[in-house]
């Protein structure tokens, strides 16, 4: 078998394919926001389905691809396996070549065999097959003109009878068919009894599923119905990292080249030894695991939420970390296993690398936030979990205020819990969760309970357009409920909370007791007065009104500008961009719409603009009551997040821009807002998006504090303030040299500058040959690269006696294209040094156990490196 990286195995598979016939397709995003079944791309054939339904045609009947997968929800889902097993991810890479009801099996199993055993080597021993079932052209072609022997073929499943061995389908519904997978077999040696065969093979270290090879056939509905496709497909799907396992020759995908160097800096970072890293190897694998997963996502420009992907981004995340802090890491160290990600998987993706910044400081915000969480968190489970003992139960309803208190994502509690033996109730934290969810959605319906007598009480408002104050209001009604006094009024001008807009605060002043209003709600139609009574207030009374006037002013002012945003985003963004739910209060306002991705940060300052546009252009603001034919005909924005008389409606027009349904309160003209500036705008949950902004004052003091920031800023970088970000980019890229230098093993940076001073020019080569007590073979080899990037034609013999002898030949690449080969010379050194080496022509490294053999080897080196440089002077 040939030695080969896991980037030379993506890429030979794919030119293989190529001279097939196949055209290369990049691959789809993970995020699956076109396939409504999905979260994620679970599978390479998710980007293929409707060419697989024949709902969608493509210009080559052949393709081949490397696509990027998690199976982290819905059917395939692995997120519990990861650390666990040594061959599963929740990210990995599926390599894949496809037939649009072109070829079939025959050339899919020939291909298959051909590219492990040829292309790769593979010995045709080590592979065993398993077909379905009633699929017996398959298994002729296996035995007959593959000649696979009986005992390395096998037949399960049976779909008809409930067992999905060997039939393949992507979910619940979709394309699926009979398959037939490879297994490779690590040895007889691993096996673990007769259980252990291909295909149930999950737990058996014997055998690896590495390929499966589906032949596509039918359409799954729901009911598991299968109707044929129109036309027999092939897919299939390889794991990269388990085909790397197995060409490396190492029995976990987390011991290839994919993931070693991820794990090689986080030992650095917690300065572990090789021992050290196998005793946490679970914790280990969990996070370079996720470290991928976490790069990848973020890198799609995903971020961490509470509902849908972002979700499923902040479990992972927070399960990373909590692996982290199992083996005692409390700073933020994410940002450098994902920068490793990004090393390791950036020429095959080179978007990571184009969102290197930004993933990493995702990363480590996410990081930062949860280790406050876990803080907070990790002392209240802590003495839950005890009061509960082993063998306990944590009941729902704590592990839900974990939940909504502390932001402990479920999946930890129970992770936590369990090992200290204690059960959670999961199903009693659906229900709390749910019962949660019911309560957000009726309006406050939780905190108000509405006291008898209430329903059916009529009460007019007469606080438009902005009336704040009024007397000689007949009380209709006056009761205590649920802890406070509860007052409605024949007139009021009290605005209560509705249409996005909050209820307003105030007093009602009679002769013989005062109503400290603390809310006003709606019930049927009576304006509830909801507060903390002084004296007595009875029906009958007479009193004055008084509403707070600012607060009502901050809502009108905040929900104008509302619909001055509204109408701006849609014609900024498209008429999709219509409101979804709303919150208009004193200070601020948020702003809730569909979209699938987030704003682009020009669209929102454009969408600003307009709005101070308006603002500046002083428009009247007016209502108008009118049928609901009228305001459809004149084309009104009607959003019904309350009650409406059907025939008569309000709307409310800024003159000469909107007009929309609306029973709320507003400003008189556009001026009175003053100035608008939105805050934020993020992900409120899968496919919505919130923007959340701030008028009149707010907006000023927002701005002030701001300018007085960067003017903070300013003063500590001792840069003008135009040039602060200029500034800081500076800073972090000096930081990440500095740390990168910190980072390494293994004794001090050797200095590759004053090395290059040391050395000697033999034509056009620099020729560098030096001894470094102090140095171990990790900072020779720093040394190698730094002179790669420092220096042009070169070659270097270096020693180091840390941690035994070492010698170390580079060459630049120049030279190693005329001939010069670094491991050739340093197999000739080796011995005398007791020790053995190798490496490729431009760096090969050589360990050994004799010290006092290091000076020859060294000389010896140097005079070999010289004659054939000589050599090839010489021509
Ligand atoms: P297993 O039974 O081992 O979980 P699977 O049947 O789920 O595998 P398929 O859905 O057939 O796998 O996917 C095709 C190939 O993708 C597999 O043969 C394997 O090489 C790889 N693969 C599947 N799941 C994972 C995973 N979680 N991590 C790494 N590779 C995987
Ligand atoms: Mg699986």
Redesign the pocket.
């Known amino acids: 078998m040939q030695q080969l990286s896991a980037a030379e195995i993506r890429e030979r598979f794919q030119r293989f394919f190529e001279a097939r016939g196949h055209t290369r397709v990049p691959p789809a995003p993970l995020l699956a926001r076109d396939d409504p079944t999905l979260l994620f791309t679970n ?1 390479g054939m998710v980007q293929f389905k409707r060419v697989l339904t024949g709902e969608e045609r493509r210009d080559y009947k052949r393709a081949v691809d490397a696509q990027p997968c998690l ?1 982290v929800a819905g059917k ?1 889902n ?1 997120f519990e ?1 990861v650390g666990r097993t040594p ?3 929740t990210l ?1 890479e ?1 390599l894949g070549n496809w037939s649009f009801g072109d070829y079939f099996k025959r050339e899919a199993i020939h291909w298959a065999w051909e590219f492990l055993t040829v292309e790769l080597g593979i010995p045709g021993e080590r592979i065993a097959a398993t077909t379905y079932l009633d699929d017996e052209e398959a298994r002729s072609i296996w035995r007959d003109e593959i000649g696979l022997p009986p005992e390395r073929m096998a037949t399960y499943g049976n779909i008809a009878l409930g067992d999905d061995h060997n039939f ?1 389908s992507m979910g619940e519904t979709g394309p699926s068919g009979p398959c037939s ?1 490879l297994h490779y077999d690590r040895g007889a040696e691993l096996s673990e009894g007769p259980e252990c065969i291909p295909d149930h093979s ?1 737990t058996c270290p014997r055998w690896l ?4 090879l589906v032949f596509m056939q039918f359409d799954r509905s729901a009911d598991g119905t299968l109707t044929p496709l129109p036309f027999p497909s092939v897919d299939t ?3 990269l ?2 085909i790397a396992s197995a060409v490396q020759t190492v029995d976990s ?1 987390y011991r290839t080249d994919l993931f070693t160097p991820i794990i090689d800096r986080l030992a650095a970072h917690l300065g572990h030894d090789p021992q050290d890293v196998e005793s946490e190897r679970f914790s280990y694998q969990v996070v370079a695991d996720h470290s991928r997963a976490m790069t990848f996502l973020i890198g799609e420009g995903l971020s961490p939420s509470n509902e849908g992907p972002g979700y499923v981004l902040r479990r992972i995340t927070r399960r990373a970390v909590r692996h982290l802090r199992l083996m005692g890491i409390r700073e933020p160290v994410l940002a450098e296993t994902c920068a490793t990600v990004i090393e390791v998987m950036g020429g095959a993706y080179p978007y990571l690398v184009e969102r290197r910044d930004e993933i990493l400081a995702a990363v480590e915000a996410e990081e930062r936030k949860f280790g406050r969480t876990l803080e907070a968190g990790s002392e209240r489970l802590a003495s839950l979990v005890e009061a509960a003992g082993a063998n306990g139960t944590l009941s729902g309803e704590d592990a839900y205020r974990l939940h909504d208190t502390f932001g402990f994502p479920i999946d930890l509690t129970v992770e936590i819990a369990g090992e200290r033996g204690v059960e959670v109730d999961r199903a009693g934290f659906e229900a709390a969760m749910s019962e949660q969810r019911e309560r957000s959605r009726g309006t406050r319906a939780g905190k108000f309970a509405p006291a008898a007598g209430l329903e059916g009480l009529p009460s007019e408002f007469i606080g438009y357009p902005n009336e704040t104050s009024a007397d000689g209001l007949p009380v209709l009604f006056a009761a205590e409920a649920g802890g406070s006094a509860q007052v409605v009024l024949e007139r009021t001008p009290f605005y209560a909370e509705g249409g996005g807009q909050i209820g307003d605060r105030g007093e009602l002043v009679g002769e013989r007791g005062r109503l400290v209003v603390e809310d006003t709600q709606r019930v049927g139609d009576a304006i509830v007065h909801i507060g903390q009574l002084e004296g007595t207030l009875a029906a009958g009374d007479t009193i004055t009104a008084r509403v707070d006037e600012d607060r009502r002013w901050g809502a009108a002012r905040n929900h104008t500008a509302t619909h001055l945003l509204h109408r701006a985003l849609r014609d900024v963004l498209g008429e999709q961009a219509k409101q979804a739910g709303s919150w208009v209060g004193p200070d601020g306002l948020r702003f809730d719409f569909p979209a699938d991705t987030a704003t682009p940060r020009e669209a929102l300052r454009e969408v600003e603009r307009r709005v101070n546009g308006q603002i500046r252009r002083n428009a009247a603001v007016t209502p108008t009551e009118m049928s609901l034919a009228e305001a459809q005909a004149i084309g009104a924005d009607m959003f019904f997040g309350e009650k409406y008389a059907p025939e008569r409606v309000r709307v409310m027009r800024v003159d000469g821009y909107s007009a929309e349904l609306c029973g709320g309160t507003h400003v008189a003209a556009t001026g009175q807002i003053g100035s608008f500036r939105i805050t934020s705008e993020g992900s409120i949950g899968t496919g919505l998006r919130r923007i959340e902004a701030v008028s009149g004052t707010a907006a000023d003091e927002l701005v002030a504090s701001r300018l007085e920031s960067l003017h903070t800023a300013s003063q500590l970088l001792g840069a003008p303030e135009d040039q602060v970000p200029t500034r800081i980019e500076a800073l972090q890229a000096r930081l990440r040299e500095a740390e990168k230098g910190g980072a390494r093993a293994g004794g001090p940076r050797l200095d590759a500058a004053a090395a290059l001073a040391g050395g000697q020019v033999a034509g056009e080569t620099k020729v560098i040959v030096e001894r470094y007590p102090d140095a171990d073979g990790a900072a020779l080899r720093g040394l190698a690269d730094d002179l790669r990037a420092a220096t042009g034609r070169f070659v270097a013999v270096i020693a180091g006696e840390r941690g035994g002898p070492s010698i170390l030949v580079a060459a630049s690449r120049d030279l190693v294209g005329e001939g010069f080969d670094a491991a050739a010379i340093v197999r000739e050194v080796a011995p005398l040094i007791g020790g053995g080496g190798g490496g490729r022509a431009e760096l090969a490294q050589a360990g050994g156990k004799d010290p006092g053999g290091l000076d020859q080897a060294l000389r010896e080196g140097a005079r070999l490196a010289l004659e054939a440089l000589q050599r090839i002077e010489n021509g």
Do not use: A
Not at 209 to 212: K, S
């Open positions: 599978s199976r395939h692995d396996e061959r599963h991810q990995f599926m393949w997978e999950e599923e590495i390929w499966n799907g390889m794991g990292e388990r995908n």
